[in-house]
Antibody
């Protein structure tokens, strides 16, 4: 079955960077994309962007442009999301999700990774 | 900045029917926005229910259905079960980028 297993919780100081991984199994990695979604404590879902595992094309949410980078390693079927210049309002659970580009659909979700930004 | 708006909360009786809607600040929602719907229970990751307006995933219970209604995307729950109590989010596609709705808390009472 499809599984997306994310890396463990992180605690970072303001201004630092964090890199979250998402290891996929149970499907052909390069036939789908990976979206990243975050959820601040007690808040709703926020779409951060997505990456094609086929060719590495990316599309980021405008508010995160310049601070976020999404990459994939097809040799290990792993996707990564790096967020730089962390602020306290970046504290959230970060999810990866398997996506189909056409039609635009999110299918399966990782278990989530809590990133806490605190001095 | 594009805003996608949902009802903050709805209450339904067991066995009843409830319809959630999803509106875009840019205008009427059409099939070209590829509406997706998700269910999220406390402490859990979201679960996909509907894609491309009305298509169900293999795991989606038959009582969930998606449609377009009055310029909005809609999710209807028919024959509501106690386990349907959850937060529901829509997701709309804006030519490469996506925006989630504000979420609807459904209470089964």
């Amino acid at each position: 079955q499809v599984q997306l297993v994310q890396s463990g919780a992180e605690v970072k100081k303001p201004g630092a960077s964090v890199k979250v991984s998402c290891k996929a199994s149970g499907y052909t990695f390069t036939s789908y994309g990976i979206s990243w979604v975050r959820q601040a404590p007690g808040q709703g879902l926020e779409w951060m962007g997505w990456i094609s595992a086929y060719n590495g094309n990316t599309n980021y949410a405008q508010k995160l442009q310049g601070r976020v980078t999404m990459t994939t390693d097809t040799s290990t079927s792993t996707a990564y999301m790096e967020l730089r210049s962390l602020r306290s309002d970046d504290t959230a659970v970060y999810y990866c999700a398997r996506v189909v580009v056409v039609p635009a659909a999110i299918l399966d979700w990782g278990q989530g990774t809590l990133v806490t930004v605190s001095s | 900045q594009t805003v996608v708006t949902q009802e903050p909360s709805l209450t339904v009786s067991p066995g009843g029917t409830v319809t959630l809607t999803c509106a875009s600040s840019t205008g009427a929602v059409t099939s070209g926005y590829y509406p997706n719907w998700f269910q999220q229970k406390p402490g859990q990751a979201p679960r996909a229910l509907i894609y491309s307006t009305s298509n169900k995933h293999s795991w989606t219970p038959a009582r969930f259905s998606g449609s377009l209604l009055g310029g909005k995307a809609a999710l209807t729950l028919s024959g509501v079960q106690p386990e349907d109590e959850a937060e529901y989010y829509c997701l709309l596609y804006y030519g490469g980028a996506h925006v989630f709705g504000t979420g609807t808390k459904v209470t089964v009472l």
